[in-house]
């Protein structure tokens, strides 16, 4: 019998592998599979900066002046550009993801979901790393960041009123969707409006997952060696996507001109940050132009200077006390095992004064469609780390702000079985935002201390007398008991532990 089980497994695991290897990779797995919604899409919160500052119009670079900001002015450069009705936009992608950009009259835009001033066309074939691109469509976001949802402070701006943001979907095989780029249709430059914030390799290449704003001031890594750490390009005293070099120029005849240290850090680096090559103060550096690389026209005249802090998380580990998964043999007697198998996604976030807190993951495992021992398995009395860098959490924040951070989890547990798939029984230990644990920063003491918990539940315990102070480094833990994860339908617990630093 159990020969004849080895055979079977056997001729089932070729025909996998055969299936798999035989195929040809599309490269266009680059450009993200994702639904969109009024938010950003995917997992990653908007940054909670909020409009912009009231400022004087000597110091606000938004404001014409003839002499000292001619940029304000919709003929610039000695033309207008009608983004409404006289241009849409086509795209294609070189071997290596590199962009090319043209304003053309072929077409006319259509209305979409209007409440995100959303319009779209229907666009020809084009390419992308030597593919075919079919199913083209074009999106155009008329004075709106898509990557905030269209009711939030930031979307209120009168700022964006000269800025038209753009997406481009199509069919090679897999589903694309990419955002492209935002065009300012008064100082005629291009920038760079999101980002990739996760990733995910495939037969060793990076494909973007999830897309956030320019404004939180970081990108995910596509390298293997640190796939989707942060990488952070934020500039002390920028906030705003335009506010960095532009990327990009527009001809008076639709050509878009895109710089080469762009195009080189796409196609080398996978990397589609901003940048500010420069003294975020030196407003003295030229204008970006055509053929030349400069700043931003919208560099902030005066930079306030606020306060910082910076909460690390050092490690975070599982600890297994009492949780084991159970197992479905194919033959002899089921069993529990020493060991449970879990999948997870766990953020951190924090606010300021009342506002929502914004929310970004730090570790997850996503459940796997096959085999069990893709879930990061914890033995029963092991502690394992689930945190492949350190990362850090900057705030900035002015005297009379209340600053708060948050941890929040999601962590399911999972059985097995021998048949395929191995994955069985899901049982959700704890849920996001149930519960919600708050942290107050208490400026007095130069510390974070514990404040409260919103979505609390019985199962789940922690330390409500934490206080962590500057220079410190302590652990928190969450304790999460459920009566079914034991041996036997008992009870089992594990632990969620916090390695903090301020």
């Known amino acids: 019998m159990k020969n004849i089980i080895f055979v079977i497994l056997s001729i089932f695991f070729m025909a996998i592998f055969f299936n798999t290897c035989t ?74 993801n590199e962009p090319t950009y043209m304003l053309i009259k072929d077409d006319t835009w259509k209305a979409g979901d209007l409440s995100r001033n959303e319009y779209y066309y229907d666009g020809t074939n084009t390419k992308a790393a030597g593919f075919t691109v079919n199913k083209v469509k074009y999106y155009m976001y008329k004075n709106m960041n898509p990557t905030f949802s269209s009711t939030s402070a930031y979307n209120k701006s009168d700022r964006l009123d000269r800025f038209w943001f753009y997406r481009f979907t199509g069919t090679a095989g897999l589903s694309t969707d990419n955002y492209l780029i935002a065009i300012d249709s008064y100082s005629k430059l291009v920038f760079a409006f999101a980002i990739p914030t996760k990733w995910k390799t495939i037969v060793g290449i990076p494909a973007p997952m999830e897309w956030g704003a ?123 095992t020493n060991y449970a198998g879990f999948s997870y996604d766990i953020r951190l976030g924090y606010n300021l004064n009342n506002d929502a807190p914004v929310l970004n993951n730090i570790a997850s495992k996503d459940k796997p469609s096959l085999f069990f021992d893709s879930l990061t398995t914890v033995n029963v009395g092991e502690t394992k780390s689930i945190l492949s860098t350190v990362y850090t959490l900057d705030v900035q924040y002015e005297d009379t ?59 789940v315990s922690y330390t409500q007398d934490f206080t962590l102070k500057e220079g410190e480094t302590k652990q928190f833990e969450i304790t999460i008991n459920n009566s079914l994860i034991g041996a036997d339908d008992t009870e089992g617990s594990i632990k969620l532990i916090y390695s903090l630093t301020y």
């Open 214 to 336: 320019v404004e939180l001031g970081w990108e995910a890594s596509a390298d293997t060696a640190t796939l989707n750490e942060q990488v952070k390009f934020a500039v002390d005293g920028l906030t705003y996507f335009y506010e960095y070099d532009p990327v990009g120029i527009v001809h008076s005849d639709g050509t878009i001109e895109i710089y080469p240290w762009c195009t080189s850090s796409i196609a080398n680096d996978n990397s589609y940050a901003p940048r500010l090559d420069g003294s975020p103060t030196d407003l003295t550096r030229q204008i970006a132009d055509y053929n030349f690389a400069g700043r931003s026209p919208y560099l902030p005249i005066k930079i306030v200077e606020k306060n910082k802090i910076a909460l690390q998380v050092q490690d975070l580990q599982i600890q297994n006390i009492s949780a084991q998964s159970f197992v479905d043999k194919l033959s002899g007697k089921d069993e529990y």
């Open 23 to 96: 195929k040809n990779f599309s490269p266009l797995y680059y450009y993200q599979e994702m639904s969109r919604s009024d938010n950003t899409g995917g997992d990653t919160e908007e940054p909670d900066i909020g409009g912009e500052d009231i400022i004087s119009d000597a110091e606000d670079p938004f404001v014409y002046d003839a002499a000292s900001k001619p940029w304000n002015d919709p003929n610039y450069r000695g033309f207008t550009l009608d983004l409404d009705t006289e241009y849409v936009i086509a795209a294609s992608f070189g071997l290596k």
């Open 401 to 459: 702000d209340e600053v708060y951070f948050y941890l929040d989890a999601s962590i399911t547990m999972y059985d097995r079985t021998y048949k395929i798939p191995q994955i069985v029984n899901d049982t959700v230990l704890i849920e996001q935002e149930k519960p919600l644990i708050k942290f107050r920063y208490d400026k007095t003491q130069s510390a974070f201390v514990f404040d409260s918990v919103s979505g609390a539940v019985n199962t």
